[in-house]
């Protein structure tokens, strides 16, 4: 019987990369600012957070502390998670696969 199966979800089973692409974007489209051309690809993706809420800070000249720039950010990654991030091409496959092994499995130690 399988009794578990570890696997890093995030880029196996989900495709995540268009949040972390875009995430300058989604913060300040959710502020109804628009973003210059691909802020998230060449200006932001290297930064950690709080850098990445530091430039946006001063580059859209945003009223806000780091911190509150950095909770809003994380909102934008929670609300793709739970809502708009899609499945990678076979990912259905791969916890399928998952489920006919247990099975088969199952099958075999009840004969």
Request: hydrophobic content about 35%; proline content about 2%.
């Amino acid at each position: 019987m399988i009794k578990g199966v570890i696997f890093d979800v995030d880029g196996v089973l989900l495709n995540s990369m268009p949040v972390w692409e875009n995430l300058g974007e989604l913060y300040l489209d959710h502020l109804g600012i628009e973003a210059e051309k691909n802020l998230g690809g060449e200006t932001l993706f290297e930064m950690s957070l709080e850098e990445a809420a530091d430039y946006l800070i001063s580059h859209y000249n945003l009223e806000k502390t780091v911190e509150e720039v950095v909770q809003g950010l994380n909102k934008e990654v929670e609300d793709y998670y739970a809502k708009r991030v899609p499945l990678k091409e076979g990912g259905s496959s791969v916890s399928g696969g998952i489920q006919r092994a247990e099975d088969s499995y199952g099958d075999r130690n009840n004969r």
